[in-house]
């Protein structure tokens, strides 16, 4: 067993523990994400808008990908309240 496959073998509960945490806390985590952005946009003056705007969608494409475990297929949307 090679180098890699040891790290890979030790890391596999923590990309669970991420995937789970993603899961459930896709909402909050985009929040955040749309937050950050804003604020750096503000800060920024909006010169780099089209950067901070390409930076946050890829970030909010990560998490996605996180929170599916299944393959690609998209979770089930939450229940209505």
Do not use: C, W
């Amino acid at each position: 067993m090679g180098f890699m496959d040891n790290v890979k073998a030790k890391l596999a509960p923590a990309k669970e523990k991420v995937s789970d945490l993603a899961q459930q806390h896709g909402d909050k985590i985009d929040q955040g994400l749309e937050k950050a952005a804003r604020t750096v946009d503000e800060k920024t003056k909006g010169k780099y808008s089209d950067k901070i705007v390409t930076g946050r969608q890829k970030a909010k494409d990560a998490v996605d990908k996180l929170a599916n475990k299944d393959g690609g297929t998209p979770p089930p949307p939450p229940p209505a309240a």
